[in-house]
């Protein structure tokens, strides 16, 4: 019975990581891409940009000149800055800008909040979130929105990249590893069905299909994404439209980010019920279940419990070697987090301790949403 636990977990963790992405290319292959809709030339629907910001005085005027030099025609696009809550010089560094609406209040009320009002004063028939500290390429909005020729198409989310310099830490290396996976997670649930869930990086929504999210919301991008794919439209992911930003500072910055995200999900989760509901839509349960639901709740759980299950079957060589291999795992997570403190570079270490990283959130996040300690105000990540 042991046995049988023990090899469940283990497939239970390696579908949740590396499973899901084999199946889905296998999938895709033999069944090919969902249908696309190809835009007509003269398709250019008006644009709402809108970008929250928080304390961002440090790159804000890049951000508004990175905002004026994108490729969509000036009559098309609205540029909208939203500083609610700033304390430092963001406010008054955006109000001396032109060519864009800035809304600014002192009261701070986090994210989801921001957003709400800002929508109070989008003109486009598409909305476009990014952040304050992303660089978009010039084609990204033209790319986004000739999508929406589709009726089917209720938002599309771009890619997030990251910026990493040549001797990069665990954070940068590990951040950059893992969304170059998520990226192609992406891109293969989009052409299978639809995104769940888009990257707040960069998405875009058809204005009429925005939904007032709830002030503690702490996911807005997955929340608002999942809300309107479970009003039966799609999420499609646009590869070309790109979000670049720099990597959290460290692995402490970058805990603190995973923090967030874990005790996110589990709000997520309790919020979007209908989403595990395969009679609903199969293909969007099964997506929503093996891309987000494992990986923030049974996959982190599975692995103390492999570890313990294989402790209790040691004396069999198979089991005694599955042991080893784990406590050199955990050992080598362990070293380069000594390492990262230390400021020594060792990129084989990388791997496993980012991989630890990212699943001791899981549980600080479930810590923090159970006692009601993560806040949904802004409390943004130092990046490098």
Not at 111 to 128: L, T
Not at 256 to 270: E, F
Request: proline residues 3%; contains cysteine.
């Amino acid at each position: 019975m042991l046995e049988i636990l023990l090899i469940a977990s283990i497939l239970l963790v390696f579908y949740a990581y590396i499973g899901y992405g084999i199946f889905l290319y296998l999938l895709l292959k033999i069944r090919g891409n969902y249908k696309q809709i190809e835009a007509p030339q003269e398709y250019c629907p008006a644009i709402s940009l809108i970008v929250p910001c928080f304390n961002e005085d440090g790159y804000i005027l890049e951000k508004v000149v990175n905002s004026k030099a994108l490729d969509y025609p000036a009559d098309k696009l609205q540029l909208i800055f939203i500083s609610d809550g700033s304390s430092d010089k963001t406010a008054e560094m955006l109000s001396r800008q032109t060519g864009i609406l800035h809304l600014h209040e002192d009261k701070r009320s986090g994210k989801a909040a921001a957003m709400n009002r800002a929508m109070k004063y989008a003109a486009g028939e598409i909305v476009v979130f990014c952040d304050a500290n992303t660089d978009l390429n010039p084609e990204a909005l033209a790319l986004l929105s000739k999508h929406y020729a589709d009726p089917e198409v209720g938002g599309v989310t771009g890619e997030k990249r990251i910026q990493a310099k040549a001797e990069s830490g665990a954070s940068e290396a590990g951040e950059g590893l893992y969304w170059k996976y998520e990226s192609f997670l992406k891109k293969a649930d989009s052409r299978l069905y639809t995104v769940v869930g888009a990257a707040g990086e960069l998405m875009s929504y058809r204005k009429s299909l925005y939904e007032a999210l709830e002030p503690d919301t702490l996911l807005d991008d997955f929340m608002q994404s999942m809300r309107i794919v479970l009003k039966g439209y799609r999420i499609v992911y646009e590869p070309g439209a790109m979000a670049t930003e720099t990597a959290s500072a460290n692995v402490k910055e970058e805990l603190k980010r995973k923090i967030r995200i874990c005790a996110g999900g589990w709000q997520s989760m309790l919020r979007l019920g209908p989403a595990f509901n395969p009679f609903r839509n199969l293909t969007v349960a099964f997506a929503f279940i093996s891309h987000r639901v494992l990986r923030w709740s049974i996959a982190a759980f599975a692995l103390p419990l492999i570890f313990i299950l294989n402790a209790l079957l040691l004396g069999d060589s198979l089991w005694n070697a599955l042991f080893l291999a784990q406590l050199l795992f955990y050992a080598a997570a362990l070293l380069g987090w000594y390492y990262e403190n230390k400021g020594i570079r060792w990129k084989a270490l990388y791997v496993p301790y980012y991989f630890f990283i990212m699943n001791l959130a899981v549980f600080l996040g479930l810590k923090r949403f159970i006692k009601g300690e993560q806040s949904a105000l802004w409390e943004r990540a130092k990046r490098a």
